[in-house]
């Protein structure tokens, strides 16, 4: 299927590795030109060559914290100068320590705050002036299963993120006359680096190998294992694309089953 990305603009938060990575390369693959932002210059610089040499589409790495809004705007800035214009949105980030809610003070629940929800509707007030010069554009927020149920030993994670998928459909609903869909997508357990990391800590806190951590952990997922990077990439660029151009407002789960609630 053609998704009709062929020389549209995407702006993808996170993209040195991990899932925005893969988001990066899926819509790159598609024929995007592809903006890409991390933290570290180098590793953002060399996953936009790679991206490139692996699909051959123009791609942008910008070194950006993007918890921080003077970044952020460097990173617009340097991509509308690129390419133009923004027609597409992937808003992530890295995630929060992990910890119960009483253990983290008010700097580290405002850092949580700056990181996951200000960094999102920073990116989304610069991009959408520019997707509606453009006549319309897609906006996708990646979220977590925490929205849908609460994690344990994630507390700042579940509760700014609830905050996230709140903004997600009041913009749904704000911004549908300008032809701007905004979705959110829901990763499980996706075999990355911050999985891995999570499964260390719980291994670590349960007395456990973290090969038997693994292994709980898929036993609690209906199809029995994790997902790859590639297979989440694959449901950002639809709901990005042309060819889901009926849906905003939704949530699209990408989790194996892993989620027991109905909606």
Do not use: C, H
Not at 229 to 235: C, G, H, I, K
């Amino acid at each position: 299927m053609d998704l009709g990305l062929q020389g549209k603009v995407a702006m993808v938060g996170g993209a040195s590795r991990g899932l925005g990575g893969a988001v990066a390369r899926a819509l790159a693959a598609e024929g995007a030109r592809v903006s890409m932002a991390s933290r570290e210059a180098a590793a953002i610089e060399a996953a936009a060559v790679r991206v490139t040499n692996e699909t051959g589409a123009e791609t942008l790495g910008v070194a950006a914290n993007l918890a921080e809004a003077p970044a952020i705007e460097r990173w617009f800035e340097q991509t509308t100068a690129r390419f133009g214009g923004v027609d597409l949105l992937f808003v992530n980030t890295g995630g929060p320590p992990a910890g119960p809610s009483l253990v983290f003070d008010d700097a580290a629940w405002q850092a949580a705050v700056d990181l996951l929800l200000l960094s999102a509707v920073r990116m989304v007030r610069l991009a959408v002036p520019s997707m509606k010069a453009r006549g319309g554009g897609s906006i996708l927020f990646s979220t977590s299963v925490s929205v849908k149920e609460p994690v344990a030993g994630l507390a700042l994670s579940n509760v700014v993120r609830a905050g996230v998928a709140a903004l997600a459909k009041t913009l749904a609903f704000e911004l549908a006359a300008d032809g701007i869909r905004v979705n959110t997508l829901i990763p499980g357990r996706i075999d990355t680096d911050r999985v891995r990391e999570l499964d260390e800590g719980r291994s670590r806190l349960e007395g456990i190998s973290l090969e038997e951590q693994r292994r709980r952990m898929e036993a609690s997922i209906p199809l029995a294992r994790y997902g790859a990077a590639d297979e989440y990439a694959w449901a950002a660029a639809f709901l990005l694309s042309e060819r889901s151009r009926y849906t905003t407002g939704a949530a699209l789960q990408v989790d194996g089953g892993m989620i027991r609630a109905v909606l």
